[in-house]
Every structure is written in C-alpha cells, then in structure tokens.
C-alpha cells in the first residue's frame, strides 16, 4: 500500500477489464519486480505464496514475479501448478516466465502439452506462452505448431495469445508457420489475427506482409 499510485491504478483498469477496480493498488511493475527481488534476498517469501488466493491484483503480480525467479525447476512447477487457478487475468499470466526453464527444456514439454490442453483460460494461456518463449528457436519442430492449431477455446484470451503464437512463429519460422495458414487449419478469428499482428511486426519482410495480406479470410 505504501507503494500506490491511482493514477497508476485507474490506467491498469483500463488495461485488464477482468479485475474489479477495487482490486487494483496501484503499484507500478518495476517496484513489483524490485520488492520481489527483495522478498527472494531476504527469503522471507514462502509463507505469502502459500496465502492463495490473494486478495489484490498486485499481489498476484508479486505472486507471479516471485516464481519467474526460483531456482529449482521441480518446485517451481509446483508452485506455479498450486497458482494457476487463481490466475483471472491476462498480465499476471504472462508476467511469469520462470528462468529455470532455460535449462529444463526436456520436462518443461511435457508440461505445456498439459497446459496448453488444460480447459482453464490462464492455464492455456500460460502453456502456449511457454511455447512461444522457448521453442521457436533452435528447439522448434513442426509439431508445436499444431499443438496450438488443436485448441478450440471461444475465449479471447486464449486465442489472443494463439495468434501472438503465430505472429511470433512466423517471424522466427517462416517456412513452416505460412504452411500451416495457407491450409485454413486456424479458426478464421485467430487466423485472421495472426496475419495482423504479422503484419504490424517490424520482424516480418515487406514481401511477407503482401503475401499475408492476400491469405486474409
């Protein structure tokens, strides 16, 4: 509370219309990543993730930004396992992205299949996130790309984020992304998205853009 600004607060409840106003303190991210920081140095922090659910907005954010930085992969999935049900909103999902999963790719897969099958708006949310952040690269494989294509979710933060997910592949694998679009296999809202979105990114050629443009349905 020492840290609100209403300001700050009115603006975030613009941005995130499935939290009440009430709910929100008003404490910008920076110092919400600085008191976690804190939190994690002082190792004073377990007892508060055990306090679920929350009853601010800023204190799921805390939430969030404390697990993207735990060192051991086995409880950070536990933890991340026990939090996903109480996550309500957009930001607070993508807040987290846990930096052992650098280094665990392996078991990290496995997870996200789970995830991404999961009927729970954030839960999918979060698994295809978790995709997009570290196997697009030198981890891909054609697959994953149809482990989004396979979800069928009427929620609009789930196939927000899918089409962020294809936006970004086609950045990063061209080839295989317009594969999977010139075959019609999307639902035409997340289709449609992805090529916007695309086609806003300073990632993609002009050329590609044309092309996109065309594909649109």
């Not at 939190?39 to 799921?60: I, N």
């Amino acid at each position: 509370m020492s840290l609100q600004d209403e300001s700050y607060a009115n603006f975030q409840s613009k941005l995130i219309p499935t939290v009440a106003r009430e709910k929100i303190i008003g404490v910008r991210v920076p110092q919400v990543r600085k008191l976690a920081k804190e939190l994690l140095r002082e190792g004073d922090y377990k007892e508060f993730l055990d306090q679920l659910p929350h009853t601010y907005y800023d204190e799921d954010m805390l939430h969030g930004l404390l697990l993207s930085e735990l060192k051991d992969y086995t409880l950070c999935i536990r933890r991340i396992e026990q939090f996903l049900p109480y996550v309500d909103n957009w930001a607070v999902c993508d807040c987290m992205s846990p930096k052992v999963f650098r280094k665990n790719k392996d078991f990290l897969l496995d997870k996200i299949r789970e995830w991404t099958a999961s009927e729970d708006t954030y839960t999918c949310r979060f698994g295809v996130g978790m995709l997009m952040t570290h196997f697009l690269e030198e981890d891909f494989e054609p697959e994953y790309l149809e482990m989004v294509a396979c979800i069928q979710s009427e929620e609009y933060y789930v196939n927000m984020m899918r089409a962020w997910f294809y936006a970004t592949a086609l950045a990063r694998q061209w080839e295989a992304t317009i594969a999977v679009l010139a075959t019609g296999r999307l639902d035409i809202w997340t289709h449609n998205k992805t090529i916007q979105k695309a086609r806003e990114s300073f990632r993609i050629t002009a050329e590609q853009k044309e092309q996109l443009k065309t594909m649109k349905r």
